[in-house]
């Protein structure tokens, strides 16, 4: 799908990316990792294009389609729907698709109410959201995220995981520069490591193999459901049911409680 050979790029004759070779295939999801400043953003950008190497080529199989997520977003004078408006159009889509997306995607990411905020006044997190809601608002052939979850609250990671990972389904190849284990091991295939310019093959360990549970909640007096968990809950006779991992699973029961839900059940998957 996309090939490097024998990439170079130097920043005032330093060397950041040294005789880098390897190839992409459709469909993996590969993380970067390494110290700060390692290179990992740098091969991001040369594959996307963004930056040219000093030396060597990247070949394309075809014409592809790249979205990136940098980690640096700029604090722009639009407001975040503005700036999803022209990025959807940008992207082919008419304002009437681009509108819808970004009214599913912000419910998904708990961002309806700071759409209407302009970008220099969100916070980093806020806009890594931009960023992200701005790359799913057409599938791509091919995602690059720099930090991805850098900033972001523990209910987006969970929605932002389950995303990526509706996107692997899809065919849909990801790059990823990283430094979180838990992100590596819910979404990627392979991870490579920086050391001097060079990438060296490391295995996924898949350390942190997660287990899914579902909950039940029945309703207390004056119950409301929290903004952390719209859009998540199965209402069902007697209550409500929401599935969540193991990671967030005290988080969203805190959650509840606090609303004024009352848990009545857990169970994982299996029915245990």
Same mark, same amino acid.
């Given at each position: 799908?996309? /090939? ?28 970067? #990792? ?44 639009? #407001? ?26 912000? +419910?998904?990411?708990?961002? +309806?109410?700071?759409?209407? /905020? ?54 849909? /190849? ?5 430094? +979180? ?12 490591? @920086?050391?001097?310019?060079?990438? /060296? ?15 039940? @909640? ?8 929290? +903004? ?45």
């Amino acid at each position: 799908m996309i /090939t490097l050979n024998n990439v170079v790029k130097k920043y005032n004759q330093k060397v950041v990316l040294n005789d880098i070779s390897f190839a992409i295939e459709p469909g993996q999801s590969i993380a970067f #990792t390494g110290h700060n400043g390692c290179g990992k953003s740098t091969l991001l950008k040369v594959v996307a294009g963004l930056i040219q190497p000093t030396s060597g080529k990247v070949e394309y199989e075809q014409p592809f389609l790249f979205h990136y997520v940098p980690e640096h977003f700029p604090k722009m004078n639009f #407001t975040a729907e503005e700036y999803l408006l022209f990025q959807g159009g940008m992207d082919g889509l008419t304002e009437g698709m681009v509108k819808e997306q970004i009214d599913c995607l912000s +419910e998904d990411f708990f961002f +309806e109410n700071m759409l209407h /905020t302009k970008m220099k006044h969100l916070s980093k997190g806020s806009l890594q959201k931009v960023g992200v809601i701005q790359a799913l608002l057409k599938e791509p052939d091919v995602l690059l995220l720099d930090e991805p979850l850098s900033g972001q609250d523990v209910a987006s990671q969970q929605v932002f995981i389950d995303k990526m990972n509706a996107l692997r389904q899809n065919g849909v /190849t990801i790059l990823m520069s990283c430094h +979180e284990p838990y992100l590596i091991d819910a979404i990627t295939d392979w991870t490579y490591r @920086f050391e001097n310019g060079k990438l /060296t093959a490391v295995k996924n360990e898949k350390s942190l193999e997660e287990k899914w549970f579902v909950l039940f @909640f029945e309703k207390g007096l004056g119950a409301v459901v929290p +903004e952390k968990c719209k859009g998540h809950l199965q209402f069902v006779e007697g209550g409500c049911k929401l599935r969540c991992s193991e990671r967030y699973s005290n988080e969203i029961i805190v959650e509840m409680l606090n609303a004024g839900w009352n848990l009545r059940g857990m169970w994982n998957e299996d029915g245990v």
